[in-house]
């Protein structure tokens, strides 16, 4: 059973560097290039094709969106430091998704996705670790994806 006794406790503590801004921002950015091609190119299925590849984008292979892929991130669980998979991505990534949805709503829609991602974006800076909301529901932590080369 993962995620139980004193060495999953010790893996939870340990503290990562946090992941560049700016590198998180720019991996978000192509997702969400990715996402709005989607919708452009087949409207009424690709927006839900959009959406379902925001909830489970960090699930790929390696817990890498595309986007984290060319910039160089990877989303690992904070219990393991194995890869975030298609659950953590799904938890991780839902406000991201609300923010989707509601940006389908006119004006009001359009306020409450900027407030959405602006509180998600806001946690990123300020937080000591960069992690999010999503992050600290789901227990994953956004990292360079040369910082788990690290042996034990």
Do not use: C
């Not at 893996?11 to 801004?21: D, G, I, S, W």
């Not at 989607?38 to 595309?66: N, R, T």
């Not at 990877?74 to 219990?79: G, L, S, Y």
């Amino acid at each position: 059973m993962t995620g139980v006794g004193p060495t999953s406790k010790l893996l939870e503590r340990t503290v990562y560097p946090k992941a560049h801004v700016l590198n998180r921002f720019i991996a978000k950015l192509i997702d969400l290039f990715i996402v709005v091609a989607a919708d452009e190119i087949a409207p009424p299925v690709g927006f839900l094709s959009g959406l379902a590849y925001i909830l489970i984008a960090d699930g790929f292979a390696g817990g890498k969106s595309i986007g984290k892929r060319v910039v160089g991130l990877q989303t690992v669980r904070m219990d393991s430091r194995e890869a975030a998979g298609f659950r953590e991505s799904i938890i991780r990534n839902l406000p991201l998704g609300g923010a989707q949805l509601a940006f389908a709503v006119p004006y009001v829609g359009w306020l409450a996705s900027l407030a959405i991602l602006a509180f998600e974006g806001l946690l990123i800076i300020g937080n000591e670790q960069g992690r999010r909301l999503g992050d600290e529901v789901a227990r994953t932590h956004v990292l360079d994806a040369g910082q788990l080369a690290v042996p034990d």
